[in-house]
Protein backbone atom coordinates (compact mmCIF):
# COMPACT_ATOMS: atom_id res chain seq x y z
CA UNK A 1 0.00 0.00 0.00
CA UNK A 2 1.41 3.48 -0.87
CA UNK A 3 0.04 6.13 0.72
CA UNK A 4 0.59 9.46 2.72
CA UNK A 5 -1.64 9.28 5.73
CA UNK A 6 -3.85 12.07 6.58
CA UNK A 7 -6.40 12.70 9.25
CA UNK A 8 -8.10 15.84 6.96
CA UNK A 9 -10.61 14.48 4.45
CA UNK A 10 -12.94 16.46 2.58
CA UNK A 11 -16.41 17.22 4.19
CA UNK A 12 -19.68 18.64 1.93
CA UNK A 13 -20.62 18.04 -1.65
CA UNK A 14 -21.75 20.68 -4.00
CA UNK A 15 -23.38 17.90 -6.36
CA UNK A 16 -26.94 18.26 -6.71
CA UNK A 17 -28.47 14.96 -8.38
CA UNK A 18 -30.79 12.31 -7.15
CA UNK A 19 -28.48 9.49 -7.26
CA UNK A 20 -24.56 10.33 -6.21
CA UNK A 21 -21.90 7.71 -6.13
CA UNK A 22 -18.88 7.36 -4.70
CA UNK A 23 -16.34 6.02 -7.13
CA UNK A 24 -12.86 4.44 -5.99
CA UNK A 25 -10.82 5.23 -9.33
CA UNK A 26 -7.42 3.59 -8.10
CA UNK A 27 -8.51 -0.42 -7.11
CA UNK A 28 -8.64 -1.56 -10.88
CA UNK A 29 -5.54 -3.33 -12.56
CA UNK A 30 -5.69 -0.63 -15.55
CA UNK A 31 -6.28 2.47 -13.71
CA UNK A 32 -7.96 5.19 -13.41
CA UNK A 33 -8.83 5.78 -17.13
CA UNK A 34 -10.98 2.79 -17.15
CA UNK A 35 -12.78 3.77 -14.34
CA UNK A 36 -13.08 7.26 -15.36
CA UNK A 37 -14.48 5.42 -18.86
CA UNK A 38 -16.83 3.32 -16.97
CA UNK A 39 -18.37 5.79 -15.37
CA UNK A 40 -18.91 7.78 -18.83
CA UNK A 41 -20.85 5.23 -20.30
CA UNK A 42 -23.32 4.83 -17.07
CA UNK A 43 -23.33 8.69 -16.93
CA UNK A 44 -24.45 8.82 -21.04
CA UNK A 45 -27.60 6.29 -20.02
CA UNK A 46 -28.74 7.46 -16.28
CA UNK A 47 -28.65 11.40 -16.66
CA UNK A 48 -29.97 11.21 -12.65
CA UNK A 49 -26.33 10.34 -12.25
CA UNK A 50 -23.61 12.32 -9.68
CA UNK A 51 -19.66 11.18 -9.00
CA UNK A 52 -17.61 11.80 -6.15
CA UNK A 53 -13.95 10.22 -7.69
CA UNK A 54 -11.13 9.43 -5.49
CA UNK A 55 -8.01 9.46 -6.60
CA UNK A 56 -4.62 11.68 -7.86
CA UNK A 57 -6.66 15.21 -8.41
CA UNK A 58 -4.55 16.45 -11.56
CA UNK A 59 -5.23 13.01 -13.40
CA UNK A 60 -8.62 12.46 -12.57
CA UNK A 61 -9.22 16.20 -13.62
CA UNK A 62 -7.62 15.82 -17.02
CA UNK A 63 -9.47 12.49 -17.44
CA UNK A 64 -13.01 13.70 -16.59
CA UNK A 65 -12.36 16.54 -18.76
CA UNK A 66 -12.33 15.02 -21.62
CA UNK A 67 -15.57 12.73 -21.29
CA UNK A 68 -18.53 15.04 -22.26
CA UNK A 69 -21.39 13.04 -20.26
CA UNK A 70 -19.21 13.61 -17.00
CA UNK A 71 -19.15 17.00 -17.19
CA UNK A 72 -21.06 19.04 -14.16
CA UNK A 73 -21.54 15.79 -12.30
CA UNK A 74 -18.32 15.11 -10.88
CA UNK A 75 -16.61 15.75 -7.61
CA UNK A 76 -12.90 15.21 -6.84
CA UNK A 77 -11.54 13.91 -3.56
CA UNK A 78 -8.15 14.28 -4.04
CA UNK A 79 -6.52 10.84 -2.52
CA UNK A 80 -2.69 9.95 -3.38
CA UNK A 81 -2.67 6.29 -2.10
CA UNK A 82 -3.58 3.22 -3.53
CA UNK A 83 -4.45 0.10 -1.95
CA UNK A 84 -2.62 -2.66 -3.82
CA UNK A 85 -4.11 -6.47 -3.92
CA UNK A 86 -0.58 -7.81 -1.97
CA UNK A 87 -1.97 -5.53 1.12
CA UNK A 88 -3.49 -7.26 4.22
CA UNK A 89 -6.64 -5.95 4.67
CA UNK A 90 -5.08 -5.45 8.74
CA UNK A 91 -2.36 -3.43 7.84
CA UNK A 92 -5.33 -0.96 5.39
CA UNK A 93 -7.33 -0.51 8.56
CA UNK A 94 -4.71 0.70 10.62
CA UNK A 95 -2.69 2.62 7.85
CA UNK A 96 -5.00 3.64 4.92
CA UNK A 97 -6.85 6.63 5.01
CA UNK A 98 -4.72 8.32 2.55
CA UNK A 99 -5.68 6.19 0.30
CA UNK A 100 -8.99 6.41 -2.67
CA UNK A 101 -10.05 3.58 -0.98
CA UNK A 102 -10.77 4.62 2.42
CA UNK A 103 -11.91 7.97 1.04
CA UNK A 104 -14.67 6.42 -0.94
CA UNK A 105 -15.81 4.47 1.87
CA UNK A 106 -15.67 8.08 3.85
CA UNK A 107 -17.95 9.42 1.43
CA UNK A 108 -20.71 6.67 1.97
CA UNK A 109 -20.22 6.83 5.78
CA UNK A 110 -20.63 10.70 5.74
CA UNK A 111 -23.48 10.46 4.06
CA UNK A 112 -22.58 11.99 0.90
CA UNK A 113 -23.12 9.26 -1.57
CA UNK A 114 -25.49 6.39 -1.07
CA UNK A 115 -23.29 3.47 -2.37
CA UNK A 116 -19.35 3.11 -2.98
CA UNK A 117 -17.81 1.38 -5.94
CA UNK A 118 -14.48 0.35 -6.23
CA UNK A 119 -12.55 -2.45 -8.69
CA UNK A 120 -9.74 -2.74 -5.43
CA UNK A 121 -8.70 -5.55 -2.96
CA UNK A 122 -11.97 -7.62 -1.80
CA UNK A 123 -10.48 -8.19 1.74
CA UNK A 124 -9.08 -4.23 2.42
CA UNK A 125 -12.28 -3.12 1.00
CA UNK A 126 -14.46 -5.79 3.08
CA UNK A 127 -12.76 -5.04 6.03
CA UNK A 128 -12.83 -0.99 5.59
CA UNK A 129 -16.42 -1.83 5.02
CA UNK A 130 -16.70 -3.29 8.32
CA UNK A 131 -14.49 -0.86 10.26
CA UNK A 132 -16.06 2.14 8.72
CA UNK A 133 -19.80 1.56 7.88
CA UNK A 134 -20.38 -1.10 10.56
CA UNK A 135 -23.09 -3.97 10.74
CA UNK A 136 -26.43 -3.80 10.46
CA UNK A 137 -28.29 -4.90 13.39
CA UNK A 138 -29.24 -8.27 13.55
CA UNK A 139 -26.13 -9.02 10.82
CA UNK A 140 -23.30 -11.16 12.76
CA UNK A 141 -21.32 -11.56 9.35
CA UNK A 142 -22.17 -9.58 5.88
CA UNK A 143 -22.08 -11.56 2.84
CA UNK A 144 -20.77 -10.93 -0.75
CA UNK A 145 -24.11 -11.48 -3.31
CA UNK A 146 -22.73 -11.80 -7.00
CA UNK A 147 -25.11 -12.79 -10.11
CA UNK A 148 -24.38 -16.42 -12.17
CA UNK A 149 -25.67 -16.74 -15.18
CA UNK A 150 -28.87 -19.17 -15.18
CA UNK A 151 -32.29 -20.53 -16.91
CA UNK A 152 -34.18 -19.12 -15.16
CA UNK A 153 -36.26 -16.41 -16.90
CA UNK A 154 -34.05 -13.68 -15.21
CA UNK A 155 -31.13 -14.98 -16.54
CA UNK A 156 -29.32 -15.12 -13.30
CA UNK A 157 -29.93 -16.44 -9.70
CA UNK A 158 -28.35 -14.44 -7.22
CA UNK A 159 -25.77 -16.30 -5.05
CA UNK A 160 -24.45 -15.19 -1.21
CA UNK A 161 -21.51 -15.47 0.51
CA UNK A 162 -19.03 -15.78 -1.93
CA UNK A 163 -16.02 -15.25 0.29
CA UNK A 164 -16.48 -11.84 2.79
CA UNK A 165 -16.15 -14.88 5.76
CA UNK A 166 -15.40 -18.40 5.47
CA UNK A 167 -17.44 -19.19 8.12
CA UNK A 168 -21.25 -19.43 8.97
CA UNK A 169 -23.16 -21.13 11.05
CA UNK A 170 -27.19 -21.58 11.19
CA UNK A 171 -28.10 -18.14 12.31
CA UNK A 172 -25.90 -16.69 9.68
CA UNK A 173 -27.15 -18.36 6.52
CA UNK A 174 -30.79 -17.57 7.72
CA UNK A 175 -29.53 -13.50 7.54
CA UNK A 176 -28.15 -14.66 4.14
CA UNK A 177 -31.18 -15.79 2.84
CA UNK A 178 -32.82 -12.73 4.41
CA UNK A 179 -30.50 -10.33 2.73
CA UNK A 180 -30.38 -12.43 -0.84
CA UNK A 181 -34.05 -12.61 -1.18
CA UNK A 182 -34.12 -8.95 -0.37
CA UNK A 183 -31.70 -8.49 -3.13
CA UNK A 184 -33.40 -10.44 -5.85
CA UNK A 185 -36.59 -8.60 -4.64
CA UNK A 186 -35.38 -5.44 -5.11
CA UNK A 187 -32.20 -5.71 -8.08
CA UNK A 188 -34.33 -8.00 -10.31
CA UNK A 189 -37.75 -7.54 -9.67
CA UNK A 190 -38.66 -10.93 -8.39
CA UNK A 191 -42.07 -10.79 -6.04
CA UNK A 192 -41.17 -13.65 -4.04
CA UNK A 193 -37.99 -15.42 -4.97
CA UNK A 194 -37.30 -19.16 -4.55
CA UNK A 195 -34.34 -19.46 -1.90
CA UNK A 196 -32.34 -22.96 -1.69
CA UNK A 197 -29.70 -23.50 0.94
CA UNK A 198 -26.56 -25.19 -0.95
CA UNK A 199 -25.95 -28.91 0.38
CA UNK A 200 -24.24 -32.48 -0.78
CA UNK A 201 -27.69 -33.70 -2.03
CA UNK A 202 -31.52 -31.96 -1.16
CA UNK A 203 -32.19 -35.04 1.21
CA UNK A 204 -33.24 -33.52 4.46
CA UNK A 205 -30.63 -35.95 6.38
CA UNK A 206 -27.75 -34.56 4.29
CA UNK A 207 -24.91 -31.85 5.43
CA UNK A 208 -23.27 -30.99 8.52
CA UNK A 209 -25.26 -29.95 11.41
CA UNK A 210 -25.53 -25.79 10.43
CA UNK A 211 -27.07 -27.08 7.50
CA UNK A 212 -29.37 -28.78 9.02
CA UNK A 213 -30.47 -26.09 11.82
CA UNK A 214 -30.38 -23.63 9.10
CA UNK A 215 -32.92 -25.26 7.20
CA UNK A 216 -35.78 -24.86 9.69
CA UNK A 217 -34.60 -21.54 10.85
CA UNK A 218 -35.16 -20.68 6.77
CA UNK A 219 -38.15 -22.43 6.15
CA UNK A 220 -39.53 -20.94 9.59
CA UNK A 221 -39.04 -17.47 8.59
CA UNK A 222 -39.93 -17.38 4.90
CA UNK A 223 -43.44 -16.82 4.97
CA UNK A 224 -43.22 -13.90 6.90
CA UNK A 225 -40.12 -12.92 4.75
CA UNK A 226 -42.09 -13.24 1.50
CA UNK A 227 -40.07 -15.83 0.24
CA UNK A 228 -40.53 -19.24 -0.70
CA UNK A 229 -38.00 -21.70 0.68
CA UNK A 230 -37.51 -24.83 -2.15
CA UNK A 231 -34.77 -26.75 0.57
CA UNK A 232 -31.86 -27.86 0.12
CA UNK A 233 -30.27 -27.54 -3.83
CA UNK A 234 -26.97 -29.18 -5.10
CA UNK A 235 -23.85 -27.54 -6.99
CA UNK A 236 -25.78 -27.99 -10.47
CA UNK A 237 -28.86 -25.57 -9.27
CA UNK A 238 -26.24 -22.87 -8.94
CA UNK A 239 -27.37 -22.05 -12.76
CA UNK A 240 -30.31 -23.93 -12.83
CA UNK A 241 -33.79 -23.12 -11.97
CA UNK A 242 -34.53 -24.55 -9.23
CA UNK A 243 -33.98 -21.29 -7.31
CA UNK A 244 -33.61 -17.81 -7.52
CA UNK A 245 -31.13 -17.44 -4.39
CA UNK A 246 -28.42 -20.01 -3.50
CA UNK A 247 -27.27 -19.67 0.02
CA UNK A 248 -24.16 -20.92 1.45
CA UNK A 249 -20.95 -19.91 3.68
CA UNK A 250 -18.34 -17.97 2.06
CA UNK A 251 -15.15 -20.72 1.73
CA UNK A 252 -17.75 -22.99 -0.34
CA UNK A 253 -19.54 -19.68 -2.61
CA UNK A 254 -16.32 -18.76 -3.21
CA UNK A 255 -14.39 -22.17 -4.24
CA UNK A 256 -17.83 -22.23 -6.64
CA UNK A 257 -17.43 -18.85 -8.46
CA UNK A 258 -13.69 -19.24 -9.41
CA UNK A 259 -14.59 -23.25 -10.76
CA UNK A 260 -17.63 -21.48 -12.56
CA UNK A 261 -15.22 -18.62 -14.28
CA UNK A 262 -12.58 -21.82 -14.64
CA UNK A 263 -14.77 -23.73 -16.68
CA UNK A 264 -16.79 -20.87 -19.02
CA UNK A 265 -12.86 -20.03 -19.79
CA UNK A 266 -11.86 -23.49 -20.53
CA UNK A 267 -15.20 -23.98 -22.65
CA UNK A 268 -14.78 -20.55 -24.53
CA UNK A 269 -10.57 -21.68 -25.32
CA UNK A 270 -12.11 -25.65 -26.33
CA UNK A 271 -15.23 -23.99 -28.60
CA UNK A 272 -12.10 -21.79 -30.49
CA UNK A 273 -9.66 -24.67 -30.93
CA UNK A 274 -12.75 -26.88 -32.38
CA UNK A 275 -13.73 -23.76 -34.95
CA UNK A 276 -10.00 -23.50 -36.28
CA UNK A 277 -9.75 -27.13 -36.59
CA UNK A 278 -10.35 -27.50 -40.50
CA UNK A 279 -11.94 -25.27 -42.84
CA UNK A 280 -15.34 -26.91 -42.66
CA UNK A 281 -15.22 -26.14 -38.72
CA UNK A 282 -14.48 -22.55 -39.79
CA UNK A 283 -17.21 -22.63 -42.37
CA UNK A 284 -19.69 -23.61 -39.69
CA UNK A 285 -18.53 -20.79 -36.95
CA UNK A 286 -19.09 -18.34 -39.94
CA UNK A 287 -22.65 -20.15 -40.63
CA UNK A 288 -23.51 -20.05 -36.40
CA UNK A 289 -21.67 -16.23 -36.30
CA UNK A 290 -24.63 -14.51 -35.03
CA UNK A 291 -26.01 -17.33 -32.81
CA UNK A 292 -22.36 -17.59 -30.94
CA UNK A 293 -22.68 -13.63 -30.43
CA UNK A 294 -26.00 -14.38 -28.59
CA UNK A 295 -24.08 -16.44 -26.49
CA UNK A 296 -21.35 -14.75 -25.62
CA UNK A 297 -23.50 -12.02 -24.52
CA UNK A 298 -25.27 -13.86 -22.71
CA UNK A 299 -22.75 -15.42 -20.72
CA UNK A 300 -20.43 -12.25 -20.88
CA UNK A 301 -19.17 -11.34 -16.94
CA UNK A 302 -18.88 -7.41 -17.82
CA UNK A 303 -22.57 -7.75 -17.87
CA UNK A 304 -23.34 -8.86 -14.28
CA UNK A 305 -19.83 -7.17 -12.96
CA UNK A 306 -20.73 -6.40 -9.51
CA UNK A 307 -20.18 -8.22 -6.02
CA UNK A 308 -22.80 -6.22 -3.27
CA UNK A 309 -21.75 -6.11 0.15
CA UNK A 310 -24.75 -7.41 2.10
CA UNK A 311 -25.45 -6.56 6.16
CA UNK A 312 -23.80 -3.21 5.91
CA UNK A 313 -24.95 0.46 7.09
CA UNK A 314 -24.26 1.37 3.96
CA UNK A 315 -23.99 0.00 0.45
CA UNK A 316 -20.74 -1.43 -1.57
CA UNK A 317 -20.40 -2.87 -4.61
CA UNK A 318 -17.16 -4.45 -5.45
CA UNK A 319 -16.22 -4.80 -9.33
CA UNK A 320 -13.49 -7.26 -10.76
CA UNK A 321 -10.05 -5.94 -10.42
CA UNK A 322 -9.77 -6.59 -14.60
CA UNK A 323 -12.59 -4.95 -15.31
CA UNK A 324 -12.88 -2.80 -18.47
CA UNK A 325 -14.89 0.32 -18.90
CA UNK A 326 -17.64 -1.66 -20.16
CA UNK A 327 -17.27 -4.15 -16.89
CA UNK A 328 -17.08 -1.24 -14.51
CA UNK A 329 -20.23 0.44 -16.19
CA UNK A 330 -22.28 -2.09 -15.48
CA UNK A 331 -21.21 -2.15 -11.57
CA UNK A 332 -22.22 1.45 -11.72
CA UNK A 333 -25.55 0.71 -13.25
CA UNK A 334 -26.34 -1.77 -10.49
CA UNK A 335 -24.92 0.87 -7.83
CA UNK A 336 -27.27 3.52 -9.48
CA UNK A 337 -30.10 0.73 -9.17
CA UNK A 338 -29.61 -0.04 -5.84
CA UNK A 339 -29.35 3.44 -4.83
CA UNK A 340 -32.71 4.83 -6.12
CA UNK A 341 -34.46 1.93 -4.99
CA UNK A 342 -32.86 3.23 -1.38
CA UNK A 343 -32.26 -0.91 -1.02
CA UNK A 344 -29.95 -1.01 2.02
CA UNK A 345 -32.62 0.98 4.13
CA UNK A 346 -35.45 -2.16 2.64
CA UNK A 347 -32.65 -4.76 3.38
CA UNK A 348 -32.05 -3.30 7.21
CA UNK A 349 -35.71 -3.03 7.79
CA UNK A 350 -36.58 -6.81 6.76
CA UNK A 351 -33.44 -8.23 9.16
CA UNK A 352 -34.62 -5.97 11.73
CA UNK A 353 -38.28 -7.73 11.08
CA UNK A 354 -36.70 -11.18 10.97
CA UNK A 355 -34.64 -10.23 13.99
CA UNK A 356 -37.81 -9.33 16.30
CA UNK A 357 -39.80 -12.05 14.99
CA UNK A 358 -36.87 -14.60 15.85
CA UNK A 359 -36.47 -12.74 18.93
CA UNK A 360 -40.13 -13.27 19.92
CA UNK A 361 -40.14 -16.87 19.41
CA UNK A 362 -37.67 -17.88 21.72
CA UNK A 363 -39.12 -16.05 24.77
CA UNK A 364 -41.65 -17.29 24.24
CA UNK A 365 -40.26 -21.37 23.75
CA UNK A 366 -38.72 -19.68 27.57
Not at 70 to 86: F, K, N, Q, W, Y
Not at 111 to 140: D, F, H, Q, Y
Not at 144 to 172: C, K, T
Not at 340 to 346: I, M, P
Amino acid sequence: MTAPLSDKADTGTALAFPIILSVDTMGGDQGPAVVVSGCSIAAKINPDLGFILHGPRDELEKLVARRKPLRGRCEIRDASGVVTMDDKPSHVVRNGKGTSMWSTIESVRAGEATVAVSCGNTGALMALSMIRLRKIPGVNRPAIAVLWPSRNPQGFNVMLDVGADVRADADDLLRFALMGASYARNGMGLTRPRVGLLNVGTEEHKGRTELKEAYELIGTQAEAANFDFVGFVEGGDIPGDVADVIVTDGFTGNVAIKTGEGTAGLIGDLLREAFKFSPLSRLAYLLAHTSMGRLRKRIDPRRVNGGVFLGLNGTVVKSHGGADDTGVSAAISLAAQLSELRFGDKLAARVAAATHSSDTTKESDT
